[in-house]
């Protein structure tokens, strides 16, 4: 029997990245020990199996399909959701994207029929309602919906860039897409101009991957440039 503890605790707990990678390796090897000891799949451990292309797709897709499972099934938190809803409401986008590029369905299902970006909706809007609560809406009713955007669209950008559809309606007929747009509407005077397309989401996402450019002191730029223009080095 395939045992996943580890690997689920690491993501429910948000370990470091690459602890969860390692991980992943893990459970995939349990996973092709348990085909290879199958008497149904005896052919794919062959010698030609080894060899044929066919055969091995076929072994590197029973190990995709039972991984996914793991992935997608609601049984680890609370029976309620699967790891990619937990990770999604978090904000993890690191460990979204590990679970996204191990097979995680970026439209899996909770009980209420919500997808993973549903559940990045209800985070904004539980953020919101915390700093209503602690008495800041008038301060921040022109900005708050979205500050909260700007700081999770990027999370909505990985899950559309390997698939979510924002317009899947839950258990209630409610998309992403429309949950969203009323809390914009619901808290921002003026959105009109404000985009919710997927492209918009995507952008956000590539933006949040860029690494700060290096800075250089004036005078040390100046130093490099004079050394390269001597032959003795590339800018870098």
Do not use: W
């Amino acid at each position: 029997m395939l045992n996943s503890s580890e690997l689920v605790r690491s993501i429910i707990e948000g370990k470091d990245p690459e602890k969860i990678k390692a991980n992943f390796v893990k459970i995939k090897r349990e996973i092709y020990v348990l085909i290879d000891s199958d008497d149904d799949y005896k052919h794919l451990t062959s010698f030609e199996a080894r060899t044929n292309p066919k055969l091995a797709q076929e072994r590197q897709d029973l190990m995709q399909t039972a991984l996914s499972s793991v992935l997608n099934s609601l049984n680890y938190i609370n029976n309620e959701m699967a790891l990619l809803h937990h990770t999604s409401y978090y904000d993890k986008k690191e460990i979204s994207k590990i679970l996204l590029e191990n097979g995680a369905n970026p439209n899996v299902l909770d009980q209420n029929g919500d997808t993973p970006a549903h559940h990045v909706i209800n985070s904004i809007k539980a953020a919101i309602k915390h700093e209503i609560g602690a008495g800041m809406l008038e301060k921040y009713r022109e900005n708050i919906a979205k500050d909260y955007l700007k700081l999770y669209s990027p999370i909505l950008g990985l899950l559309v860039s390997y698939g979510a559809d924002l317009n899947l309606p839950n258990d209630q007929g409610i998309t992403a897409s429309e949950d969203l747009r009323e809390v914009i509407n619901k808290f921002t005077k003026d959105s009109s101009h404000i985009k919710l397309d997927d492209g918009s989401f995507k952008a956000a996402y590539k933006d949040s991957l860029i690494e700060p450019k290096q800075n250089y002191s004036t005078k040390n730029f100046q130093q490099k440039a004079e050394k390269e223009n001597k032959g003795c080095c590339i800018m870098m």
